[in-house]
């Protein structure tokens, strides 16, 4: 199970970490991710990390702005979203991230999400 | 960055009725796509991976094919709880991308 917590409202140019509490799963041995969905649109992969912490891949557009981090010690799963921009506005998800040895990957499963809003 | 073209993006369909929803990739992705099902105010839940792997869980109804630039997901005989949103996914190269979903309502 994965329960994200720590969404709500932020002015732009404003910093938010949500984090992603993990139980039920083995944390530390897979790759996590972020993901996300602005209220009435569609989904959209935002950042991976892998087991250790010290590989990751982000969305082009949240590069230098956000950083996604894990505590494998306390089960959890981070993103610190600085600069934040009302385009940012979404429903952020995270979800265990399974991948094949020569690919494919696949998210299952997520988080119920929570809600960042960035406005004044 | 890959763009993933879902057809269509919405449809009206009957209980029963069999259901294709097709996502064609702007380059070849060989067969790194997934298949998402979305219902209101819920997370997305896993149906297909790999193309065509059925999830442990799914119901048998939900298939899915293709490899390279075209895929299809199939609902044999669409039921109920079917009735929501579905997306694909490229897992190929980064940065990973979704079409942009088809809404599935009840005619």
């Known amino acids: 199970q994965l329960v994200e917590s720590g969404g709500g409202l932020v002015q732009p140019g404003g910093s938010l970490r949500v984090s992603c509490a993990a139980s039920?799963?083995?944390?530390?041995?897979?790759?996590m991710s972020w993901l996300r969905q602005a209220p009435g649109k569609g989904l959209e992969w935002v950042a991976n990390i892998n087991q250790a912490g010290n590989e990751k891949y982000y969305l082009d557009s949240v590069k230098g702005r956000f950083t996604v981090s894990r505590d494998n010690a306390k089960n959890s799963l981070y993103l610190e979203m600085n600069s934040l921009r009302a385009e940012d506005t979404a429903v952020y998800y995270c979800?265990?991230?399974?991948?094949?040895?020569?690919?494919?990957?696949?998210?299952?499963?997520w988080g119920q999400g929570t809600l960042v809003t960035v406005s004044s | 960055a890959i763009q993933m073209t879902q057809s269509p993006s919405s449809l009206s369909a009957s209980v029963g009725d069999r259901v294709t929803i097709t996502c064609r990739a702007s380059q070849g992705i060989r067969d790194d796509l997934g298949w998402y099902q979305q219902k209101p105010g819920k997370a997305p839940k896993l149906l297909i991976y790999?193309?065509?792997t059925l999830q442990s869980g799914v119901p048998s109804r939900f298939s899915g094919s293709g490899s390279g630039t075209d895929f299809t997901l199939t609902i044999s005989s669409l039921q109920p709880e079917d009735f929501a949103t579905y997306y694909c996914?490229?897992?190929?190269?980064?940065?990973?991308?979704f079409g942009q979903g088809t809404k599935v309502e009840i005619k």
């Open positions: 039920g799963l083995t944390f530390s041995t897979y790759w």
């Open positions: 979800a265990r991230l399974l991948m094949a040895a020569a690919g494919p990957n696949w998210f299952d499963p």
């Open positions: 996914l490229q897992d190929n190269i980064y940065p990973w991308t």
């Open positions: 790999a193309a065509s």
